[in-house]
Structure formats: C-alpha cells, structure tokens
C-alpha cells in the first residue's frame, strides 16, 4: 500500500486524536452507565451532602474529587459496610441538562482487594447487588430537587 500525503495527514491526525483521548475506546468502556436528568453541579452537590454523612467512610477509600488532569471528571468512592464493597462512580463535570453517572469498578473486599471493571471483571451475582444498593442507596439522592438522604 502506497502512503499518499492524504493518508499520512488522516494516520497523523488519527494518533493525535487517540493520543488526547478523543478517538477511541474511552476511558468508560467497562463500566455501568446511568442517565440522571439533571446538571451535574446539582449531582456532585447531592452526593457530596451524602458522603458528609460518614456512612461511606473507610480507611481503604479514596478521597473525592477531580481526579483527572483536565477537572473533565468528577470522582466519588462509596464504601458499603454491610457488603464489604468500594463503589467508584465517575460523571462529567457541568453537563447541563442529563448526566451519565458511571458506575466505573469496584472493590469486592470479601474476594479481593484489586479494582475490578464493573463490566468487565465482575460477576453477574455482584453486579446485580451493587445495582440493587445503587438503586436504594445513591438513586434518591440523584433526582433533581431531591433533598440529600439523612443517616
């Protein structure tokens, strides 16, 4: 195959484009994600009014928080004592009307102690339990104008 300059500019502008994060898989590609009608300023308040209630809080978390290079992301890492789990959720920052809450791995303390992609690595069985206390834990904090869930 001959390298014409058109080809050469679109291979060029291909990896430039990879290379800034613009083209290709996405950093999102395992995880779970969920679609909240709602700016995700509003979002980050409610969840960050959840977590001041201390019930998410564990030595083996992390802290919350733009976590990326670019501030493109805002990170929260929900610790669940009664199934021995580390949620880490991911959603873009100042999206206007709709934001995907990305429910991006886990910890499974009672198997391990390693990240696990949340559609990649694990189980059926665990992703319907952490589906089900998203559900019931981090939903109603989501909709918009609802009030932050008390302890």
Known sequence: MKITPARLVCLLLSGLLASCGLLGTGSHVYCESVVVACPS?????????LKATGRFDDIRSFPDGTGDDLKRLYSFYFYDPEH???????????????????INAIKDFTTSSEWQGFNKNVTEAKKAEVLAWFERVIRPTLACGALPVKP
């Open 41 to 49: 300023d509003g979002i980050i308040q409610r969840l960050t009014a």
């Open 84 to 102: 021995h789990f580390l949620v880490f959720l991911e959603m873009p920052l100042h999206t206007p009307t709709h934001t995907d809450v990305h």
